[in-house]
């Protein structure tokens, strides 16, 4: 699961691949999905009460492909997307604003429960990532 949820992670969050002058990141459908799998994906990993559904992450990983090849993005643009150093940073600082903003506490691993109990009980893309154990 982590490998997908990193390759998931990696493949959506880079630079300098442009088709018709645009960049990955600047696909929001994409971007948006890579950004709700990096949140559950902390989720899961903070929480001893939360697990990952594989199967929806590996749905939503293919799909998200599928619709960066559509719009023209070749497979080595996703990889050098996935690859960029600043683009992860850029996806986890973003991670680590919405997380407080939410009332997350990086040290009290309870703060990330009650958030996928939240997103899961609102069946949003990041809830339907995580299930409660």
């Known amino acids: 699961?982590?490998?997908l949820i990193l390759t998931?992670?990696?493949f959506a969050v880079s630079t300098g691949m442009a088709v018709a002058?645009?960049?990955l990141r600047d696909v929001k459908s994409i971007d948006n999905?890579?950004?709700d799998v990096a949140i559950a994906d902390k989720i899961r990993k903070e929480c001893p009460?939360?697990?990952a559904r594989v199967v929806k992450a590996l749905m939503?990983?293919?799909q998200v492909r599928a619709e960066a090849r559509s719009l023209?993005?070749?497979d080595a643009q996703i990889k050098e997307y996935g690859d960029s150093d600043t683009e992860k940073e850029r996806m986890r600082a973003k991670g680590e604003a919405y997380l407080r903003a939410n009332g997350v506490v990086a040290s009290d691993p309870q703060s990330y429960c009650a958030l996928g109990r939240k997103e899961i009980q609102?069946?949003?893309r990041i809830g339907s990532l995580l299930r409660e154990k």
């Open 21 to 23: 002058q645009q960049n």
């Open 49 to 51: 009460e939360i697990s």
């Open 72 to 74: 023209g993005f070749s």
């Open 1 to 3: 699961m982590r490998h």
């Open 122 to 124: 609102k069946s949003s």
């Open 8 to 10: 998931i992670s990696l």
């Open 33 to 35: 999905a890579v950004f």
């Open 60 to 62: 939503l990983y293919r």
